[in-house]
């Protein structure tokens, strides 16, 4: 039973770089998978990245690629999306979500517990 509070939102211009940081409470975050989304206004929310539960295996979004990076401080409770190389497209809402399984998944369907969400503006 995660509670989930994104945070590190803001406005950047294209190039830049922000850090999200996804903080969480209760006693089970270290047997979480985690994962980011995001959603645009009136387009579906779109997977961006995931850990497993040790951080030892991370998947990202073609779109992404290369540019962001998902990682985990589990003694922290935090869940971590280093944004690099920011485009206008990457403008967005940035959810993280939490998964009572071991293994990640690029599917919002298979999350449980999700944050409030923090917004993300790139100006070009």
């Known amino acids: 039973q995660a509670q989930l509070v994104e945070s590190g939102g803001g406005l950047v211009q294209a190039g830049g770089s922000l850090r999200l940081s996804c903080a969480a409470s209760?006693?089970?975050?270290?047997?979480?998978?985690m994962g980011w989304f995001r959603q645009a206004p009136g387009k579906e929310r779109e997977f961006v990245a995931a850990i497993n539960r040790s951080g030892g295996s991370t998947m990202y979004a073609d779109s992404v690629k290369g540019r962001f990076t998902i990682s985990r401080d589990n003694a922290k409770n935090t869940v971590y999306l280093q944004m690099n190389s920011l485009k206008p497209e990457d403008t967005s809402v940035y959810y993280c979500?939490?998964?009572?399984?071991?293994?990640?998944?690029?599917?919002?369907?298979?999350?449980?517990?999700w944050g409030q969400g923090t917004q993300v503006t790139v100006s070009s």
């Open positions: 979500a939490a998964r009572p399984r071991s293994y990640s998944s690029n599917k919002y369907s298979d999350y449980d517990y």
């Open positions: 209760g006693r089970t975050f270290s047997s979480y998978a």
